[in-house]
């Protein structure tokens, strides 16, 4: 069930027109067309101050139900609250302050890092459905505070992360085998990648039709990104991540480049402008190569060449 404010702004005074036009904005309402308005009815309360405004200086003002005939018109109501573009416009915030840490002052560092902070905060309360992107920004606020700790507070004892991904000595994995899923996709792609150019240069893979049941792995190998597998989705991170995290990876600004895109792709959440061109070609590859083995290979360069891609962080 929904809330539906219809509105008749007075057309004087101006003050009020735009009063409510900004507390309409600050409440995060779905806009279904000019003077109407809907919230989640848990939130019905919040309309009736402004209708009473609006009353109060001549205007006309209703508070409604409104609930949906079928699933496709709850769907269209509930697109009008996707906030999947504001996270963006978020991380893109984020990540400008985050490259610009090396030239501002720890002073003014923190104070924009709290703006950023803020804006997020505000951007939750307002997120009445939230998906995976709500579930993301955190881990991206945490990102740009151990960022401005590792820059103004060298020393300064690091949280361990709610996921506990421990982490492991490469020179321990080298010359293995490594199992997933036959006919990879973006993520065991990606995977497949970051195993091979930064952690077991040796690695040889076997693709399984049904790793967590009629064809599981062999004892010996390493299972990525299927279920029961020693490195796979840990609450929000996606496999790719979880291997990033587990090397020591994370730390490259170019695989976290990466990780967006992967992430996004896998399971959605805030975009990612590399997304729609990798999502393209590896869909392309995929259609080329009818072999596992020669797949991965084609989708290294492509991951290789995101990697190095000029405009990339250093």
Partial sequence: MWSVLFLTLPTQPSAVRLRVWRALKTLGCGSMRDGVYVLPDSKKALFEPLATEVRSHGGQASVLELSASDEAQRAEILALFDRTEAYGQWRVQAQTLAASLPELSETEARRRARAVSETLQALLRIDYYPGAAAEQAPAELDALRQ???????HGEPVAQAPHGIPRLDPRRF?????????RPWVDRLACAWLIRRFIDTQARFIWLADPAGSTPAPRSALGFDYDGARFTHLG??????????????????????????????????????????LEAVLAGLREVHADDDELALAAAV?????????????
Avoid: C, N
């Fill in 236 to 277: 929000a991170p996606v496999s790719f991540e979880v291997l990033a995290v587990s090397f020591g990876l994370d730390a490259d600004l170019r695989v976290q480049r990466i990780a967006r895109a992967v992430h996004f792709l896998d399971i959605g959440g805030i975009p990612a402008p590399e997304a729609a061109g």
């Fill in 174 to 182: 080298q010359g293995k085998r490594w199992a997933t899923r036959a």
């Fill in 302 to 314: 492509v991951f290789d060449a995101l990697h190095a891609a000029p405009g990339a962080p250093a």
């Fill in 147 to 153: 960022d401005l700790d590792a820059r103004f507070s």
